[in-house]
């Protein structure tokens, strides 16, 4: 049996935290510079021309990619022959995370009620962890800091297996018809098929960290995000909601079984800054 020390877990989460904020995934920026060879209007040129220098600038100036620096989500894939020393996963993550937000002046978002008192935690903790156990003892951490204003771009409606894939594509569509002028466009849309309602969303979660460009396996999904990208980039919401050819830069479907009865689908929104890093113990 590994013993894994919480001190280890807590230095990983405080560099990926403080990483993700300020540098931006390579597929990211490799797509953004193909949407701005395919940008026709003018406007959404201009928008995709400024997310590249600011990626840029935060890069060359250790700064964030976004002020935003969103709520941590942080998914652990624990090799189920390694054991955690010192501490709880729970308690080791949240330091982590208020040490990266703290030391590395990122902007507190967390709020300790949601409905009354809305008090500032003070250091964007606690977290929101999702965690599978794996075979092995390697541990993987996927730390993504994710933005309110994207988040709330996100949707989920339980389907009648009769709606089928229109069903599917009419909900996605809508949902980014009505909201995703507010979700700093381009976007990165996951969708989640199947589970039922809780499971439905962390599957369109996870689906955003697939690299840009990737395809689902199956034959039929691919067809789906192909065609979910094309219907998206059509409403002309364009990049910064001011109208042209890129609303999406990539639409990534995950699926899994669900009961006869059900057809979940679960939409998750993210903004042009894909931020997310990953390391290993």
Not at 138 to 151: A, F, N, Q, R
Not at 192 to 215: H, M
Request: aromatic share 4%; glycine share 10%; charged share 25%.
């Amino acid at each position: 049996m590994r013993r894994i020390s919480s001190r280890e877990v807590v230095e990983l989460v405080k560099r990926l935290s403080i990483e993700a904020n300020l540098y931006a995934p390579i597929d990211l920026e490799e797509s953004l510079r193909g949407a701005e060879a395919l940008e026709a209007s003018p406007y959404g040129l201009a928008v995709l021309q400024d997310l590249l220098e600011n990626i840029k600038l935060a890069q060359d100036e250790k700064m964030p990619l976004c002020q935003d620096c969103g709520m941590a989500v942080v998914f652990v894939d624990w090799g189920q022959e390694a054991v955690l020393v010192d501490s709880s996963l729970q308690e080791s993550i949240d330091e982590g995370v208020s040490r990266a937000y703290v030391e590395g002046y990122l902007r507190k978002s967390v709020v300790n009620d949601p409905l009354y008192d809305r008090k500032n935690t003070g250091d964007n903790t606690p977290a929101i962890v999702h965690l599978r156990l794996v075979q092995g003892s390697e541990v993987e951490i996927t730390v993504v800091p994710k933005g309110m204003g994207s988040e709330n771009a996100s949707a989920l409606a339980m389907l009648s297996p009769a709606d089928g894939e229109e069903g599917v594509v009419n909900f996605v569509t809508s949902v980014i018809a009505q909201k995703g002028q507010n979700a700093c466009p381009p976007l990165i849309i996951g969708v989640g098929i199947g589970g039922n309602f809780e499971s439905a969303p962390l599957l369109a979660k996870r689906s955003l960290l697939r690299p840009i460009g990737s395809r689902n396996e199956d034959p039929r999904y691919e067809r789906l995000e192909e065609r979910l990208l094309g219907e998206v980039n059509g409403l002309g919401l364009g990049p910064g909601g001011y109208g042209g050819k890129i609303t999406a830069l990539d639409v990534h479907v995950e699926y899994m079984p669900t009961h006869i009865a059900g057809l979940p689908v679960a939409v998750n929104v993210s903004c042009n800054a894909l931020r997310h890093a990953v390391g290993r113990l």
